[in-house]
């Protein structure tokens, strides 16, 4: 599956936090994210509007997940982000333990 055919997006969920990946299709509250990272902890933007317009601009000091494919349940915002944001979100490693 080529996952570039679908925008990379931001999601703010109600309840399991906000995510950053491939928006492979929405229904209502539902919404199907390809190559997901969830983002834990960011820093280097204020909201996340400008983490989706600007990205982070401190990766080296985020906690974001490893990539995977998730179904979220509640989502309560989608914000499309630019290219330089899409690059600079993937630029952070991600948190392990």
Known sequence: ?????????VVRTFS??????????RDGREVNLVGAI??????????LSQ???EGVKCPAECKFGVPADVILTEAIEIISTTAAAENAIKTVPSWRQ
């Open 1 to 9: 599956m080529k996952i570039k055919k679908y925008p990379f997006v």
């Open 16 to 25: 399991a936090g906000v995510f950053a990946g491939y928006l492979k299709n």
């Open 38 to 47: 969830r983002i834990w902890y960011w820093k280097g933007a204020a909201s």
């Open 51 to 53: 983490l989706a317009v």
